[in-house]
């Protein structure tokens, strides 16, 4: 028998069947062939144009069958069998609906086109297909196209894809793909913190500076150095902090002279904790500075006054005493009180000696700051 007596089997659904070529190799054959061919495509756009108005209802039975229908139109090649190793091309036309898809409003919707371009490596490939996920504005599209590309991190396209994905508008995606991508690379390999360390999510920062931490390694030193730089102040603090924890005190050290007060001031207080001398003077001009610098908020700089202090008593140097007793003066209560705490001065050595507080509290001894320019 030959194969234009062969009749392939009707679509379901009781759709015609595909009209059968003639044997090739005669006039009356090619010409035949390119009326199956014009045909063919016909029906293929007839399908798709069943599939758009099926995406456009409301239901959701409809929607998925219309999925279906783009399944069957999409995945067949046509109705004929793809060479091995390789797949049909996708009509321009069928990726342009499996976008709408992937917008659709409809969960179920949303995640049967996400098995259908992954199965059908939309948009021209693997790779392309799961950008073309990535391109959802529904983060449940985006993290189904997160798990595929975890598995595939071996392939060569796939670490610019996590990198894409530390940048996604969804902060529990970019968590996601960090932590995830952290723990299936190698120990020692910090790209993808470093790309983090570079983007403008500050919450992504501070969770790629906690990893960082407990890793070994000059690299991720370097790391934490740079982020020392950082415009968001919880950052810097974070890295000064972790920092301190790994030894780093070569960096921190060098870190004294940052053009930020607090990493300073965390940089000092790592320091006194060790007993290092270079923390004096450092800190000596930040407690006695005038006012609030200009590029530093209020409440930041009180946080950084409190940490000086806390490194002051830490080092424990008597040279630093009459100059830490004017913020017994300072008009932030907590200052006052961190002061009084971390020098292990009275309740009413907050107050002047003249003062309703220091007459009401029934003290003994010389004042406490006798000599340091207090009355």
């Given at each position: 028998?030959?194969?234009s007596?062969v009749t392939r089997?009707?679509?379901a659904?009781?759709?015609?069947?595909?009209?059968?070529a003639?044997?090739?190799?005669?006039?009356a054959?090619?010409?035949?062939s390119?009326?199956a061919l014009g045909?063919d495509?016909?029906?293929i756009e007839?399908?798709?144009?069943v599939v758009r108005?099926?995406?456009?209802?409301?239901?959701e039975?409809v929607?998925?069958g219309?999925?279906?229908?783009l399944?069957?139109v999409?995945g067949?090649?046509r109705g004929?069998?793809a060479?091995?190793?390789?797949?049909w091309p996708?009509d321009p036309?069928a990726?342009e609906?499996?976008?709408?898809a992937?917008?659709d409003?409809l969960?179920?919707?949303?995640?049967?086109?996400?098995d259908l371009?992954?199965?059908?490596?939309a948009?021209?490939g693997?790779?392309?297909?799961l950008r073309?996920l990535l391109?959802?504005?529904f983060?449940d599209?985006?993290r189904?196209?997160l798990g595929?590309?975890?598995e595939?991190?071996?392939?060569?396209?796939a670490?610019?894809?996590v990198?894409?994905?530390?940048?996604d508008p969804?902060?529990a995606l970019r968590?996601?793909a960090?932590?995830s991508?952290?723990?299936?690379?190698d120990g020692?390999a910090?790209?993808?913190?470093?790309?983090a360390l570079t983007?403008?999510h500050?919450?992504l920062?501070?969770?790629?500076?906690?990893?960082?931490?407990?890793?070994?390694?000059k690299?991720?030193?370097e790391?934490?150095a740079?982020a020392?730089?950082?415009?968001?102040?919880?950052?810097r603090r974070?890295?000064?902090?972790?920092?301190?924890?790994a030894?780093?005190?070569e960096?921190?050290?060098?870190?004294?002279r940052?053009p930020?007060?607090?990493?300073?001031?965390?940089a000092?207080?790592?320091l006194a904790?060790?007993?290092?001398?270079a923390?004096a003077?450092?800190?000596?001009?930040?407690?006695t500075a005038r006012?609030?610098?200009?590029?530093?908020?209020?409440?930041?700089?009180r946080?950084?006054m409190?940490?000086a202090?806390e490194a002051l008593a830490?080092?424990?140097?008597?040279a630093?005493h009459?100059?830490v007793?004017?913020l017994?003066d300072?008009?932030?209560?907590?200052v006052r009180?961190a002061?009084?705490?971390?020098?292990g001065?009275?309740s009413?050595a907050?107050?002047p000696?003249?003062?309703?507080s220091?007459?009401g509290?029934?003290?003994?001894?010389?004042w406490?700051?006798?000599?340091a320019?207090r009355?």
């Amino acid at each position: 028998m030959s194969r234009s007596q062969v009749t392939r089997p009707a679509v379901a659904g009781g759709r015609r069947r595909r009209p059968v070529a003639p044997d090739a190799g005669s006039e009356a054959g090619d010409a035949a062939s390119g009326v199956a061919l014009g045909l063919d495509r016909q029906r293929i756009e007839d399908d798709l144009m069943v599939v758009r108005r099926g995406l456009a209802g409301r239901g959701e039975k409809v929607k998925l069958g219309a999925v279906s229908l783009l399944a069957a139109v999409t995945g067949t090649g046509r109705g004929r069998a793809a060479p091995a190793g390789r797949r049909w091309p996708i009509d321009p036309a069928a990726v342009e609906i499996i976008r709408l898809a992937l917008a659709d409003a409809l969960p179920a919707v949303r995640q049967r086109a996400v098995d259908l371009t992954i199965e059908l490596e939309a948009a021209g490939g693997e790779a392309d297909a799961l950008r073309l996920l990535l391109g959802s504005r529904f983060s449940d599209v985006r993290r189904r196209a997160l798990g595929r590309i975890l598995e595939r991190a071996r392939q060569p396209w796939a670490q610019a894809l996590v990198l894409d994905m530390l940048d996604d508008p969804d902060a529990a995606l970019r968590h996601e793909a960090l932590a995830s991508a952290a723990g299936r690379a190698d120990g020692r390999a910090v790209q993808h913190h470093a790309w983090a360390l570079t983007g403008p999510h500050p919450s992504l920062k501070l969770l790629a500076i906690k990893e960082l931490g407990s890793r070994p390694g000059k690299a991720v030193r370097e790391l934490l150095a740079r982020a020392l730089l950082d415009p968001d102040p919880r950052v810097r603090r974070a890295s000064a902090q972790a920092l301190a924890l790994a030894d780093a005190y070569e960096i921190l050290r060098g870190a004294l002279r940052a053009p930020y007060a607090d990493v300073r001031a965390q940089a000092a207080l790592a320091l006194a904790r060790i007993g290092d001398r270079a923390a004096a003077a450092p800190l000596l001009a930040l407690v006695t500075a005038r006012g609030v610098p200009a590029d530093v908020g209020p409440g930041q700089w009180r946080e950084t006054m409190v940490v000086a202090l806390e490194a002051l008593a830490q080092l424990g140097d008597p040279a630093a005493h009459a100059a830490v007793c004017k913020l017994l003066d300072h008009p932030e209560r907590s200052v006052r009180s961190a002061e009084r705490q971390l020098w292990g001065l009275p309740s009413w050595a907050t107050s002047p000696p003249s003062s309703p507080s220091a007459r009401g509290s029934g003290r003994r001894g010389p004042w406490p700051c006798a000599g340091a320019g207090r009355p």
